[in-house]
Structure formats: structure tokens, C-alpha cells
């Protein structure tokens, strides 16, 4: 009786341990980011059609597996970086007045509250932000790391849809956290200094060659010229927050940490479309406040921005 009492409490203790591994497809990858269960594959691609036949004609796969067992999540320490040297961090990529560059750099970052690999990456770009006036941030939560047990305050589905674009783009074989978008033309983690900078330049270099539209703005009025393009190019008008946000979390791999935030998006909408020469598009006040406003110019889906400005607000 003894030994039985002694193999059920070794059982026990093996079960538990168990428990608390890390699934492998939960696990951070090699790069310092998180992917979700389901690899993302492009639409009307043969990977897509090929992964819907197999869906259609096998057993559903459960819903994934809610984890509980973290009583003490994974610690990333938050990075302070330095102000980059010159030598290091192209003019040209910071707006350089005799760049081709809109006046600004476009810095997109996906990320989510719930993911534990996010704050180095956030730290970053907010670092960069602060350090060089003419980065325009914006910062998308996104909703499908919420079954992990805290639901991000800022997460909004269609923030999954574009980043799933940019994906689609770059021929990721998934969507990822953090995931760092310099110009529409360049993507990476950005969880150290070293590896934002080689984004921020390898963005702005993808673009140095082309004859970018000029994208200015006065008062509620938008101001787009340049050569004819070849596909017409979609204008987005970006809606954010400015103001600083830190968040507490309460549950999850970051229970218990602080998370600063800066310039999250709330929505962003296709309002026009423009294929070369100069026009004028005029929009209403935003009328709530703490909100600000920026505009993209991209071409497609997911594709390069070839222009970008915020717009001022009015003084009263």
C-alpha cells in the first residue's frame, strides 16, 4: 500500500510539472516574437486553397487551450536605448530635408498587452519617437493573443486584418508579435536598438529611389502631389492618441507589469484614392478630444506608403 501511495504521489508531481510547460506553439521563436497557433497563408493562395480542403474534409481542431498555470510570467526587461550615433542611423531615414522622404517616417508597430515578448520592442520605437520629432508612431493592439488570458484595452479585429495585409506582402508564413513596419517597405522585431535601426534604414533605402508623392497638410485640408503612379495609391486617415497611456495588467504573461503607451490607434478608414498630379481633399474636426490625425498614402493592401503627414490641429 505504501508504494502505491508513493507512485500515485510521484504521478502527481509529474502531472503538475507538466502542466506548466510552455506548449511549443505558444513558445517565442528563434527572433524574439510570438506566433499565434494558426500559420496566416495569403488569400487565393495554393497554400490557402490546400489548408481549407484539409479544414473542410477533417476533424475540427479544438479551440485553443487557455493558460492558466502562470503563476509567475516570463520577465523581458524593458530596454533603454541610447540616442543613436550619427554613424549608425542614416539623416535620410529620420526625414532628412534633402531626402525624397515625406516629412515623415512612418513607424508601425503591432503588438498586444498580453504578449510577453512585446515591451523591449515597444520601449524601442517609443524611444525612437521621442529622440527624433519627425517618426510618426502609431501603435495597433491586436485581439488574438486575448485567449491568454487578459483581453487588451486597445485590441480592435480590424488592427489583425491590416497587419494580416502587411503579412500577405511579405510573404510571412504568419501573422507575429512585435512586429515592427517602417514605410510599408520594411518589417522586423525590433526588440533591440541594433535590430530597429536596421528597419528604420533598410525602410527608408527600399524608397530613396523613387520619386515619393508630397504629402503636406493645412488646417483640415490635405495636400497630395506628384508624378502619375502606375496603381492607384489608397488614402487612409489614421485616428489616435497622443497622450500617453500606461496600463496596468492584471492577468496573463505580463500580470503585474506597467505598460506604457503611445500614439494608439483607435481606427483607421480609407477616405480617398489618388493616382499622380495635385488635389486637395478637405475633412471635417475631430471633434473628441485627445484625439489626433494622420494620414497615409498606400498603395494597396498592405503595401508601400509613399507618403504620410500628421495633421495639425486648429488652434482656437
Known sequence: ???????????????????????????????????????????????????????STSTPSPPPVVISSYSAPVQVPILSIPKPRKRTQPKQ????????????????????????????????????????????????????????GWKDSFGNKDFDRRQRDYAARFENESVFTPQVIV??????????FDDLNKIVSKGYMAAANEDLARVTTEGNSILISGEDLDETADMHLVRYMPKPADVDIRRGENAGR??????????????????????????GEEKQDGIERAVLLQKGRGGPVIGSAKLEKMSM
Open 1 to 55: 500500500m505504501a508504494i502505491i501511495k508513493d507512485l500515485l504521489r510521484i504521478h502527481s508531481l509529474t502531472f503538475r510539472r507538466k502542466s506548466c510547460e510552455l506548449p511549443p506553439d505558444l513558445a517565442p521563436c528563434s527572433y524574439g516574437c510570438r506566433r499565434p497557433n494558426e500559420a496566416f497563408f495569403p488569400p487565393n493562395s495554393a497554400a490557402s486553397s490546400e489548408a481549407q480542403t484539409i479544414r
Open 93 to 148: 531615414a529620420m526625414g532628412h530635408k534633402n531626402s525624397k522622404m515625406a516629412n515623415t517616417t512612418l513607424v508601425e508597430i503591432f503588438q498586444s498587452q498580453g504578449c510577453s515578448s512585446c515591451p523591449p520592442s515597444n520601449a524601442n520605437v517609443i524611444e525612437l519617437m521621442t529622440n527624433y520629432p519627425s517618426v510618426l508612431l502609431l501603435t495597433y493592439e491586436v485581439t488574438y493573443w486575448d485567449y491568454l
Open 183 to 192: 514605410n510599408g517597405r520594411a518589417d522586423g522585431v525590433g526588440n533591440t
Open 258 to 283: 506597467c505598460i506604457p503607451h503611445r500614439n494608439v490607434v483607435v481606427d483607421i478608414k480609407k477616405i480617398g484614392e489618388w493616382k499622380g498630379g495635385s488635389i486637395v481633399f478637405n475633412i
